[in-house]
């Protein structure tokens, strides 16, 4: 009798899979790891790598930080929430309930691989600025910066998670992710540094969602004017408070199988009980 694996292969051999399947989709691979790099660039030729005069860092040094943040958010928050949504319209979140995997190992390797290519968008979006445009990384900072992203990236995981949860389908995971993280990265100081003609109200919404509290302490930790090792122990719980919340419900309201598919399967039944 063949020794049953652990759950850390099961775990190891999930996220394995979860990251071929990514790499797999052009699309989403194109989306999450180089699209947030063709907007630097792009930011960097428009404005080019000169000083911004309020903040003290060049465009550079400011826009490849913020970028990376984006970057994350979209591989953890805006993927596994598409993927997980269509998968399950699919219906093959109902065929691995149906197996013998833990569902919470095959919810582990999702949530894992996503975190692993946020680092990896992360990681080439700070050596292309690093390499080509003299971004520079400081010691004093690097360690409130790599928690401010782990913290950051297992937040917008689980919130991936919850909309995946309450949405109905595939095509409004996209809708809702698409519609939420592009303004909010407007109004959080992602594609535009923030100023003080901001108005007091924008600045609220900001504030009150997760994204401005990864994207803030994260570019800080990059700029040389920052005073100290860079902690921002108040967005870091801000962000942990949205996390364990954003799971807690993603667990009360995850759905194994699409209503909008058992809808269509009823439907399909009553019809055919009609014509009988």
């Not at 399947?21 to 960097?44: G, H, K, Y």
């Not at 929430?81 to 999702?110: C, E, F, H, N, S």
């Not at 109905?168 to 303004?183: D, H, K, Y």
């Not at 302490?217 to 920052?226: C, K, Q, S, Y």
Request: cysteine-free; hydrophobic content about 55%; glycine content about 8%.
């Amino acid at each position: 009798m063949s020794e049953r694996p652990s759950t850390f292969s099961l775990l190891l051999s999930q996220t394995k899979y979860q990251n071929k399947i990514f790499f797999r989709n052009p699309i989403a691979a194109f989306f999450t790891l180089f699209f947030p790099l063709m907007i630097f660039l792009v930011f960097s030729l428009v404005f080019g790598n000169e000083e911004i005069p309020y903040l003290g860092v060049t465009t550079a040094q400011y826009y490849a930080p913020a970028m990376a943040v984006f970057a994350a958010v979209s591989a953890t928050y805006t993927n596994l929430a598409v993927a997980t949504a269509y998968q399950r319209d699919q219906g093959i979140l109902k065929r691995i309930r149906g197996t013998p995997l833990p569902p919470a190992v095959y919810m582990g390797g999702k949530i894992v691989s996503a975190i692993m290519i946020a680092t990896m968008s992360v990681l080439i979006m700070m050596t292309i600025g690093v390499v080509f445009y003299g971004v520079q990384i400081f010691a004093a900072t690097l360690l409130s910066a790599v928690v401010t992203f782990v913290i950051g990236v297992a937040s917008f995981a689980a919130l991936g998670l919850l909309i995946a949860a309450v949405v109905s389908s595939g095509e409004a995971a996209t809708a809702v992710t698409n519609a939420t993280l592009l303004p909010l990265a407007f109004f959080s100081g992602v594609f535009i540094p923030p100023t003080e003609a901001m108005p007091a109200w924008l600045d609220a919404v900001a504030n009150f969602f997760p994204l401005k509290h990864f994207a803030e302490p994260f570019v800080a930790a990059f700029n040389p004017l920052t005073v100290g090792a860079g902690w921002d122990w108040a967005s870091l719980g801000y962000m942990t408070f949205w996390g364990v919340i954003a799971g807690a419900l993603a667990i009360r309201f995850f759905k194994w199988e699409s209503p909008v598919g058992r809808g269509g399967r009823s439907k399909r039944r009553k019809k055919g009980a009609a014509v009988a």
